[in-house]
């Protein structure tokens, strides 16, 4: 069953800690994208990556860097974390660039609390 | 600026009957719509999409409807079953460029089904 594993379900962090959030997909899948869910705001891009090494800010990538050095893991990288950074993060990833007829497949979260 | 819109937050409906949620979305270059549905703890996963050059799709017992012009569409689900509870995020895409199968989703709508 292919899949994609985000290494955490829940993680509690320190304000100004550096936190690493980890992304694996088993698809060999080209894109690989960072959101994160808040209630009323729905998912918001932080970053995307379409390669190895390469990556696109999305919507929402202030306080955010992200790593790509293999095909099948992408990490987020928060250089130092804040209360509203608070959040549920999830990693996706999808096939090239042909059309997303299923889109993309999903992780199960992680939910992230910054105090 | 929100492209895509889900202006319910949440939906109550009998078991049995039909559930409509609805999208708008603001960017006339969306050319493929997809509906996820999100369990609490989960990641999303795909349910249902419709391109452009189509009006309805229709998947058992769910159907996406596409109003082009009025840049809208809705996800109808008939019967509607308690376990259909979840989340519903409506999602867009455009083709081509740098667009990379990008996902622009929506707020989100808490659908309740009562028994």
């Known amino acids: 069953d292919v899949k994609v594993t985000q290494s955490s379900r829940y993680l509690v962090k320190r304000t100004g800690e550096k936190v690493f959030l980890e992304c694996v997909q088993d698809?060999?899948?080209?894109?690989m994208f960072w959101y994160r869910q808040d209630p009323g705001l729905g998912l918001r891009l932080i970053y995307f990556?379409?390669?190895?090494?390469?990556?696109e800010k999305g919507d929402i990538p202030e306080g955010y860097s992200v790593s790509r050095e293999k095909k099948e893991r992408f990490s987020l990288i928060l250089e130092s974390a804040s209360t509203n950074q608070t959040s549920m993060y999830l990693c996706?990833?999808?096939?090239?660039?042909?059309?997303?007829?299923?889109?993309?497949?999903f992780g199960s979260g992680t939910r992230l609390t910054v105090v | 600026d929100q492209q895509v819109k889900q202006n319910s937050p949440s939906l109550s409906v009998q078991e049995g009957r039909i559930s409509i949620l609805n999208c708008d979305y603001t960017?006339?270059?969306?050319?493929?719509f997809l509906w996820y549905k999100k369990y609490p703890a989960e990641g999303p996963t795909f349910l249902i999409s419709?391109?452009?050059?189509?009006d309805k799709n229709e998947d058992g017992r769910f159907t996406v409807f596409l109003n082009k012009s009025a840049k809208h569409l809705s996800l109808h689900i008939v019967p509607s079953q308690p376990g259909d509870s979840a989340v519903y995020f409506c999602?867009?895409?455009?083709?081509?460029?740098?667009?990379?199968?990008?996902?622009?989703f929506g707020q989100g709508t808490i659908l309740t089904v009562h028994p």
């Open positions: 996706a990833s999808s096939i090239g660039t042909e059309r997303p007829y299923y889109g993309y497949t």
């Open positions: 698809m060999d899948h080209e894109n």
């Open positions: 990556s379409y390669d190895v090494k390469m990556k």
């Open positions: 960017n006339s270059m969306f050319d493929y």
């Open positions: 419709i391109s452009s050059i189509k």
């Open positions: 999602a867009a895409s455009r083709q081509g460029g740098t667009s990379y199968g990008k996902l622009t």
